[in-house]
């Protein structure tokens, strides 16, 4: 309530100022900044507008049940992958694309990359171990052993390597894949990712959202299966990952980083993780949170493409003028 009045009486003040001072100066610049702040209200406005038809688009896309994706019997099929059956769909024909969703997903978070990329490439798709249609009851689960799962599957439909895609904990798996079977990634391109489980990397207002359902599920000694599985989960959200910096100076295939600017990852966060590759490149999206692939759909297809067709390109010394 405070920072909503705070941000009101802030806008109001700034409104006062701004008419204060357009009064002081000649008819035609009055004229001119009316128009560019009335373009820029106007702009904002319709573009929270936009986003909420978007969220609802891709959500009511998933819940229609004419979405394919995830639940195809023609092309999903179960491998037996590190002792437990992992579900994966197969798109397309091409160059080997592996693309791998975040905590709690599955690949119907995809909607709007599958039937892009599987125009060229050959788009291979899976439920992560504990998601989806991947059921393990095991007790644990980490980053590390989820990479391990992808590269084992690559070479169960032998796979040699495959341009990666990862979003979110999709993307530190993308990472832990090139860094633990570096074999297995001709290039990564990865969004919403981070190496550590704490404020420099998540924002604070994060950790509120998350560690109330973790401590509940830690302080309820007898779970419902699906509990178990909840805790899983959440537990990666808390307390993973955990990859060294100089791990990161192991990957050396070309990497797109990207994040949102209001990312539930910090950018400084983003930019780390790009200082430390080797050959990487940034793309930070304005007014954009975590969903990078769904809200920046079209650029994000686009750019990522480009980026797995183009040669990767060293900019230092004098190239950094142009």
Known sequence: MLIRFYRRLTTEFSIFIFYSVLFTINNFMRKLLLSIVTFFFFHSFLYSQDMAQVRKDFEDQLKNGKVPYGSNPATGKFYDIRGFKMYCEIYGEGQPLLIIHGNGG????????????????????????AQGKSKDDGDSLSYEMMADDYGALLSALKVDSAFVIGWSDGGIEGLLLAIRHPEKVKKLAITGANIVPDTTAVPQEIWDVVMPSYTALKNKAVKTPQEKNEW???????????????????????????????????????????????????????NSGHSTPVVYKD????????????????IEKEARFF
């Open 232 to 286: 899983k989960l959440v537990q990666l959200l808390a307390a993973q990952p955990h990859i060294p910096i100089r791990d990161l100076n192991k990957i050396k295939i070309p990497t797109l980083v990207i994040g949102g600017d209001h990312d539930v990852i910090k950018p400084s966060h983003t930019l780390l993780i790009f200082q430390n590759i080797p050959n990487a490149d940034l793309w930070i999206l304005p």
């Open 106 to 129: 599955s690949i119907n978070n995809f909607i709007y990359q599958i039937p892009y990329f599987s125009k060229k490439y050959k788009v291979i798709i899976a439920d992560s171990r």
């Open 299 to 314: 650029d994000f297809n686009k750019n990522v493409d480009n980026f797995f067709s183009i040669p990767f390109r060293k």
